[in-house]
């Protein structure tokens, strides 16, 4: 829920004392953004003028491009940590459609990393089936059919999902099991909470030595179809016919800007997002919020003039969403500055109502957090939990770095996650600053505090 700027003002004055640079700190980047921040405006840029940019494309290298000078444009100091990436190319739009009881076009996309049809595609019946366990007890109805994985998520009533968990492994190694007993193609009911006949991509695996079979993802109205189909012991068969294909690795970079600390500048707090996005939609919640909450929230506290005791380090990451490419690659290259990495902020659940962070740390950590993070009661983000961190900054965790992430009110976030639907006009410029000040306020503070975050256990 918004609140007022009086309404805000008010809740930084009740905040416990906490010493008066941080309560500035946190007071003058909160109405920055109210101001003056610039989050929509790099986001309008990384949408409308590059869109999607899955990694190996030509629009995921002019994102690179975009990053490094964006940073550059606003006197920061900004580098190209070189690396190399899968590429994968849909191909022609995939044609997936019901043929029996009657012919319906089905909403589907492939799935990243999926190979393709013959030319002349494919056809067989159907197998509806809820778990990977299901399958294997029906494995004799399994030969010679496309199996559908038909398992739910939803929202969970608290600003979060239920069964993503579940659901994913479907949507990853949903081809291999499916192959695993005869099938000769695997669709997964998409992998979102939104009910608007949108398909959702994402990424899939296959595995040495079990034969590879088309694997694709359809709208959640077009599963229903045929489960009611099949529950009424109708002959349901699907034809898919896709043409996309793998071309090997190609390289890209990582974009690394950075404010440099005062006192002990090798000394680094790590803010983090992926650059890369799925090759539907524009990429906007998934990352591009987070993209470009880490861009202002250094040009706010260099604008401001709050340059903590250490460095900050914005990361844009490449190839998160299919290989973890720039993630992997950064904690490997980077392994010897690991030990003074004090922590590692990544965003990348949207940018909708913030709710504060996660976090994952040594002893004492959390507390330590939440004392922090009390001045952004004022804009409800001071909700600190057990429990942080994200896909590319994981790799540092066996090296202790402590890990946190943020989170924002995530009800909506599958409604477009990976979907056509990922646009601009989904997110809040009002939600989106404000998530840009508190990842802009915490990174400061871990940054300036007196003495760093206890780490994890390697």
Not at 159 to 184: L, M, S
Not at 377 to 386: L, V
């Amino acid at each position: 829920m918004s609140r007022s700027l009086p309404t805000v003002l008010a809740l930084l004055v009740a905040v416990p004392a906490l010493g008066a640079d941080l309560e500035e700190a946190a007071r003058r980047l909160i109405d920055h953004q109210r101001r003056e921040g610039r989050a929509y405006d790099h986001l309008t840029e990384l949408c409308d003028d590059i869109g999607h940019r899955l990694s190996g494309s030509p629009a995921a290298e002019e994102a690179v491009r975009w990053g490094a000078e964006t940073f550059r444009s606003f006197g920061l100091d900004a580098r190209l940590h070189r690396i190399e990436v899968p590429k994968w190319v849909r191909g022609r739009p995939e044609v997936v459609r019901l043929t029996a009881p009657r012919d319906v076009v089905l909403h589907a996309l492939a799935l990243g990393g999926s190979i393709a049809t013959s030319a002349n595609g494919l056809e067989a019946p159907v197998l509806v089936v809820e778990t990977f366990e299901e399958l294997r007890r029906r494995a004799d109805e399994a030969e010679g059919r496309i199996v559908l994985f038909n398992k739910r998520m939803g929202p969970d009533g608290n600003g979060g999902t239920h069964g993503y968990g579940d659901v994913v492994p479907q949507r990853v190694a949903g081809a291999i099991e499916a192959a695993k007993v005869g099938a000769v193609g695997s669709m997964i009911r998409s992998v979102g909470t939104a009910d608007y006949r949108l398909p959702h991509t994402g990424m899939m695996r296959y595995q040495d030595g079990v034969p590879r079979i088309p694997h694709v993802a359809i709208a959640a109205e077009d599963a229903d179809l045929i489960e009611r189909l099949v529950a009424r012991g109708k002959p349901v068969r699907v034809s898919m016919r896709l043409d996309c294909r793998s071309l090997g690795e190609v390289p890209s970079a990582n974009v690394i800007g950075e404010l440099r600390g005062r006192e002990r500048p090798d000394e680094v707090v790590v803010i983090a997002a992926h650059l890369d996005s799925w090759d539907v939609g524009q990429g906007a919640h998934d990352d591009g919020t987070g993209v470009v909450a880490c861009i202002e929230a250094l040009r706010a506290l260099k604008e401001l003039g709050l340059v903590p005791r250490r460095t900050i380090r914005a990361i844009l990451y490449m190839n998160e969403e299919n290989g973890l490419a720039g993630g992997t690659a950064y904690a490997e290259d980077f392994a010897h500055e690991l030990e003074r990495h004090v922590a590692a902020i990544e965003m990348d659940i949207g940018a909708f109502g913030v709710q504060g962070f996660g976090v994952s740390a040594g002893e004492g950590g959390v507390e330590t957090v939440r004392g922090l993070a009390r001045p952004l009661a004022a804009i409800g983000a001071d909700r600190i939990t057990e429990g942080g961190g994200g896909a590319d900054i994981g790799p540092m965790r066996a090296h202790g770095v402590p890990q946190l992430g943020l989170r924002s009110d995530a009800t909506r976030y599958f409604d477009y996650h990976h979907t056509e639907a990922d646009t601009l006009d989904k997110v809040d410029p009002v939600e989106l600053g404000k998530c840009t000040a508190a990842l802009a306020y915490l990174a400061y503070a871990l940054a300036d505090a007196d003495e760093p975050l206890p780490r994890l256990d390697g």
